[in-house]
Structures are given as C-alpha cells and as structure tokens.
C-alpha cells in the first residue's frame, strides 16, 4: 500500500512541476506567479519523497534544493505590495 502511495505522489509530483514548467514557458502564468511557486514546492516536496523512499537520494536532495528555491521565491512574493504605487 506504501509503495503504491509513493508512486502515485512521485507521478502527481513529476506532472505539478512539468505543468509548472509548461505554463512558464508557454507564457500562461508568470515565474512570480504564486500558482507557480506553490506547483514547484507541491512537485517537489512528493517527488523528494518518492525517491527517498526508493533511496535515490541524489534526486531526493535535488527535490529539496528545488524546494528550498520555490519556498524562498514564495516568500518575496508574499512580502511585495499586492499592487504598484502610481
């Protein structure tokens, strides 16, 4: 049941963070988009986990360093004003 768990969270993952890349590259979304940042960290943090569950831990350390990206990225979002100044 684990297994098939980790395998269904690896293929949601791998599919969050392509659609991510998609959208960006096809101009649908902006790479300060929150919808992109919470794709990212949503693909990333199940794909860390299905490969640290098949102890593939170079892709697993990946995973958390595209996290980590995405996260830090969130955070200036967040903290810039929700509109421009005229």
Same mark, same amino acid.
């Given at each position: 049941?684990? #297994?098939? &768990?980790?395998?269904?969270?690896?293929?949601?993952? $791998?599919?969050? /963070? /392509? *659609?991510? @890349?998609?959208?960006?590259?096809?101009r649908k979304i902006r790479p300060d988009a929150l &919808?992109?940042?919470?794709?990212?960290? $949503?693909?990333?943090?199940? *794909? !860390? &986990?299905?490969? !640290?569950?098949?102890? =593939?831990?170079?892709? =697993?350390? /990946?995973?958390l360093v595209w996290i980590s990206i995405a996260l =830090? $990225?969130?955070?200036?979002? #967040?903290?810039? +004003?929700? @509109?421009? +100044?005229?």
């Amino acid at each position: 049941m684990i #297994k098939l &768990l980790m395998d269904g969270l690896g293929w949601v993952g $791998a599919f969050s /963070v /392509v *659609l991510a @890349y998609a959208c960006v590259s096809f101009r649908k979304i902006r790479p300060d988009a929150l &919808l992109y940042q919470v794709l990212n960290v $949503a693909g990333g943090l199940f *794909l !860390a &986990l299905n490969t !640290a569950y098949y102890h =593939a831990y170079p892709s =697993a350390f /990946v995973n958390l360093v595209w996290i980590s990206i995405a996260l =830090a $990225a969130l955070a200036r979002i #967040k903290g810039r +004003p929700s @509109y421009e +100044p005229q």
